[in-house]
Every structure is written in structure tokens, then in C-alpha cells.
């Protein structure tokens, strides 16, 4: 919107030029979302214990956790707030890329608003059913994959790290493939979502290394430099990382441990919704992989636990997610989550390193 409103102006006001560049926006579209979580915080954590809108928790969990049933949940619609507001304020709103990505973000959002409420209104850790939550995130991600697909200018092939000669083009079947990275992300980043700070910790980081794999794709220079899909306008997805990198620090700063607010599943699908619709579009699906490694593995944990109960009656872990394991172990809480996040930032910057290892 501020673009659209001041960068005309610039050829009489010569300073409003400074609107043209992806990385001034990108700048203010942080601090903004930072800004806007510091504001609205104080006030939604107050409003969600006045509600009595808490967190429910499973008596199958850590007791360690008991304590914590009642604190506030649904903190993720301060994220969203948080995300959608910078990026309308200082993003292109003519770019394709940055309308789909949003679409995700608040569609999935929207799908965990109501798995959240229903738990609130029940009293229980049932929401939404597995098959009625997967159905809406497939439709969404389906209606993204789609308008991806159907548009011109986006191309339908993979880039493999380390491999860049090897681009096989997946054509019509790319849209279930981008379903099954968006739809993955999603529930990866969900499942992770288990202690104070530890999925918004990872998501911080990797949103930032997402933030230069959208300015690199987006500037054919750079992209053809570093021999990488070059994908005309998904700089500008720049700026919604951004808004994810300040967003997710706002958050943080109530949901470190001991956590004043969780952000619950309106939080959890919506930003690994759009990380996956982000990786995705910059052409760096695969890449995802390394980058949200503690998302991936926190998945893996949960379906090798259950194949191995299913098919041999046996627990490959005490519990999982797997930071339950490490919980039931005697780590601590913390040390858990900061440890997380420190293997977290070697997963972005290995990921980073295959921008030139090809």
C-alpha cells in the first residue's frame, strides 16, 4: 500500500525513490511486524486470559507440562496480524507471488483458528479431525499449486542442490507435489510446536535464509551468478520474510520459555504453510529440506513411532515427537530449545553453502 502510494510520487519528492528497492521494504516490513507484536501482544495475552482461552493438555504428555495447561493459546493470530499487516503496507500488492502466499498463510490460519477454538469450546485436546483438518489444507494448497501452475511465467521444474545440471519438469504433476511440500511444511512445523519457543526459534531462521533465497531468485543477475532458478517477481517475497523474521521475533519475546502465550495451531499451519508455498515459488523446494530440518525430523519422529508400534508393537522412541524423547530423558526445557535452534542455524547456513557448491 505505502508503495503504491509513494513510490509514484518519487520524480517530485526524490527520496520516495528509496521505495523502489525490495530491500528498504524488506527492512521496514521486519520492524513493522516487530513493532505490531511488541503493540498487540500485551493486550491479546490479556484478552485470551480474560476469555479463558488456554491451552488444553494431553494427559498422555510429560507431566512436566501439567503446569502449564491454562496459559493462554491462539497467540498465532498475533503472528498473522503481524505478517499480513507489514506485508500489504510494504510489499508490491500487483505481484502474484505475494497474494498466493498469503492465501496459504491465512487460509491454513484460518483452518487453525477453528481446530484451536474447538478445543477451547470442548475442553479437550480433540479438535478438528486429522481427516477434516488434511482435507481443507489440501484444498487450499491444491488452489495454490493451481494458480502457480496455470501462471505463465512460473516454471514447473526442480532444482536439486549440489546438482545443477539436473532440472527434471514435473508439468501438471507439480501442483500435487507443491500440495505435498506446502501440506508438509504445515503439519511438520505443527508437530514441532511442543515447548516455549521451540518451533518459532527454527521458523525465525529459516524465514531469514528464505528471505535471501527470494531476493537472489528474483534478481536475474544474482540467479544466473550462482546458477539458480531465476523466478521473475519472487524478490519480492522478500518482503513477506520479513515480516515473518519480525513477526516471529515479536512473538517470541512472549513465548520464550516460560512461555505467556502459546501460538497454537492458527499459528503453527499458517508459517509452515508459508514457508512451504515460499519455498515452492523461489524454486528451492527441495532445499526445504535442510532448511527446516528440525521440522523435518520432529515429522519423522512421529511416523517412525507409529509404524514401529503398528507393525512390531515396539517404541523406537520414549515419546514422540522426538523433544519428548529428549524430555523423558532429563534434559532440561531449555536447553532442549536452545539447542534446537543452535542446529537450526547450522542446518540455514549448510543450506546457504548450496548456493555455490553446485
Sequence with gaps: MLYHLLYPLHTEFSALYVFRFITFRTIYATITALVIAFIFGPWLIDKLSMLQIGQIIRKVGPESHFKKEGTPTMGGTLILLAIVLPTLLWADLTNIYVWVTLLVTVGFGAVGFVDDFRKVKRKSSDGLSARQKMLWLMLIA????????????????????????FRPDLGIFYIPFAMLVIVGASNAVNLTDGLDGLAIGPMIIASGTYLLFAYLAGNVRLADYLQISSV????????????????GL????????????FMGDVGSLSLGGALGTIAVITKQEIVLVIVGGIFVVE????????????????????MAPIHHHFELKGWPEPKIIVRFWIISIILALVALSTLKLR
Design 299 to 318: 515429522a519423522l519422529s512421529v511416523i517412525f513411532q507409529v509404524t514401529s508400534f503398528r507393525l512390531y508393537g515396539k517404541r523406537i522412541f520414549r
Design 250 to 261: 515479536g512473538f517470541l519475546w512472549f513465548n520464550s520459555y516460560p512461555a505467556q502465550v
Design 232 to 247: 521473475q517477481g519472487a524478490g519480492e517475497l522478500a518482503v513477506l520474510c520479513g515480516a515473518m523474521v519480525g513477526a
Design 142 to 165: 491444491f488452489i495454490a499449486g493451481t494458480i502457480l501452475y496455470l501462471y505463465p511465467a512460473f516454471m514447473t521444474t526442480l532444482a536439486f542442490p549440489f546438482f545443477k545440471g
